[in-house]
């Protein structure tokens, strides 16, 4: 079992930079895939990014490719989305996700992650 806590969102104007933390709690997070996904009001939750277990691979979706980085500290059991030049269609909440096994190529998929988060609101204003 994985417990996974967002935090580190909040109302921010356009341009401006959040960095996301995801506190995870279990013996096994260092062995987890983790994934960033968002959902904005009306829509589906959507991938953002990902991360393999050691740091060595990350995947970005295209929308957020050059603006947002994930990393993580598995030392201390962290992770981290760095989201720069925020733009308002980034409003949304976003939630952190963490499971083992699961194949790289389907590190984007919402029903590869049994682990999530409560999520955390990001508002960009205009």
């Known amino acids: 079992q994985v417990q996974l806590v967002e935090s580190g969102g909040g109302l921010v104007p356009a341009g401006g930079s959040l960095r996301l933390s995801c506190a995870a709690s279990g013996r096994t997070f260092s062995s987890c895939t983790m994934g960033w996904f968002r959902q904005a009001p009306g829509k589906e939750r959507e991938f953002v990014a990902a991360?393999?277990?050691?740091?060595?691979?990350?995947y970005t979706a295209d929308s957020v490719k050059g603006r947002f980085t994930i990393s993580r500290d598995n030392a201390n059991s962290l992770g981290f989305l760095q989201m720069n030049s925020l733009k308002p269609e980034d409003t949304a909440v976003y939630y952190c996700?963490?499971?083992?096994?699961?194949?790289?190529?389907?590190?984007?998929?919402?029903?590869?992650?049994?682990?999530w988060g409560q999520g955390t609101q990001v508002t960009v204003s205009p």
């Open positions: 991360i393999n277990w050691s740091g060595g691979s990350t």
């Open positions: 996700a963490a499971d083992h096994d699961i194949l790289w190529s389907e590190c984007s998929r919402v029903g590869s992650y049994d682990y």
